[in-house]
C-alpha cells in the first residue's frame, strides 16, 4: 500500500483509537520516527532502535493520544514536532537501558511544551560566563552551536525557531560577552 499523502492524516481520528487512521498516520511518518531515533541510538542493535521507535507510537497514542492531541500546527510542522518526541523518546530509552547518549541530544519535553522555557545554569556547563551576562536562551544558542557543535539549522529546529533567530541571538550573545570583557 502506497504512503498516504500526510495532509490526508487525521491525528483526531488516531487520537480516538481509529485503527485505520493510525496505520495512515504510521505509513506517512514512520520513516521519520525511525529517523529521529537512529540518529539518537547510533551504535546501537537494529532491534533497540525499532524498540525506540515504536515507543514512540505508544506515547503518542498514551491517555487517550494526550501527546497526540497537544499538536500543534501553529508552533511547528509535524515533522519538527515529531522529532523532537522521537529524540526525547529515543533519549528516554537509552538511559532507561543505561546508555549514554550525546549532549546535544539532551533536549527534554521542556522542548515540545515551551521553547522559552529556562535551562538550568549549571546544565550548560559555561562556569566561565557569569550568570547575569547572558540570558538563558543566549546560554542554550551558544552551548548548541559551539560546545555541541550543532549547526545553525539544526539549533533552530531544536528550538522551533527560524535560523535567522538562531544567528541574531548568537549575535546578541556575542555582543554581551565582549561588553562584559571590556567592562571587566
Known sequence: MPDPNRDQVDLDACARGDSQAFANFVS???GLVWAGVRRVLRGQSEQDIEDAAQDVFVRLLKDDGRLLRSFD???ASMSTW???VSRSTAIDRARKLGRTVGRATELDDRTLEAPEAPVEAGDL???AIPLGVLTDRQRLVLHLL???E???DVVAQLLQVSEQ????T???????LRAAMHDS
Open 73 to 75: 500546527p501553529n508552533r
Open 146 to 148: 559551539y560546545q555541541d
Open 125 to 127: 556547563q559555561d562556569s
Open 82 to 84: 515529531l522529532t523532537l
Open 170 to 176: 548568537k549575535h546578541k550573545a556575542l555582543e554581551r
Open 150 to 152: 550543532q549547526p545553525v
Open 28 to 30: 506517512a511518518y514512520g
Open 165 to 168: 533567530t538562531v544567528r541574531s
